[in-house]
């Protein structure tokens, strides 16, 4: 069964950085189109960044460019958020996602596969 595992993120301070982490296994990770989603309390769940197979491409939710930063290392079969000068509304649960076509990379209902999250903080 394909898993997807989440780690990093934590409490910070407004305009502090993190870097959140997603571990996958039992799948061809350079094979998969990945994303990160956020969902805040009360809101629905949001796109916020997407990388291409072998990482040569990269998308990003308004809200998070030039801050936000997505990249994935095949060999280590691992996805990375850096999260950079952050602020009190970036905080939400934070979820990778994989899916195999490349197409509508913002879609959640186009993911196959979702790991379990990890919670961002940002205090003002």
């Known amino acids: 069964q394909v898993q997807l595992v989440e780690s990093g993120g934590g409490l910070v301070q407004a305009g502090g950085s993190l870097r959140l982490s997603c571990a996958a296994s039992?799948?061809?990770?350079?094979?998969?189109?990945m994303a990160w989603f956020r969902q805040a309390p009360g809101k629905e769940r949001e796109f916020v960044a997407a990388i291409s197979w072998n990482g040569g491409s990269t998308y990003y939710a308004d809200s998070v460019k030039g801050r936000l930063t997505i990249s994935r290392d095949n060999a280590r079969n691992a996805l990375y958020l850096q999260m950079n000068n952050l602020k009190p509304e970036d905080t939400a649960g934070y979820y990778c996602?994989?899916?195999?076509?490349?197409?509508?990379?913002?879609?959640?209902?186009?993911?196959?596969?979702w790991g379990r999250g990890t919670q961002v903080t940002v205090s003002s």
């Open positions: 039992r799948l061809t990770f350079s094979s998969y189109y």
């Open positions: 996602a994989a899916k195999r076509s490349g197409q509508y990379y913002n879609l959640q209902d186009k993911y196959e596969t």
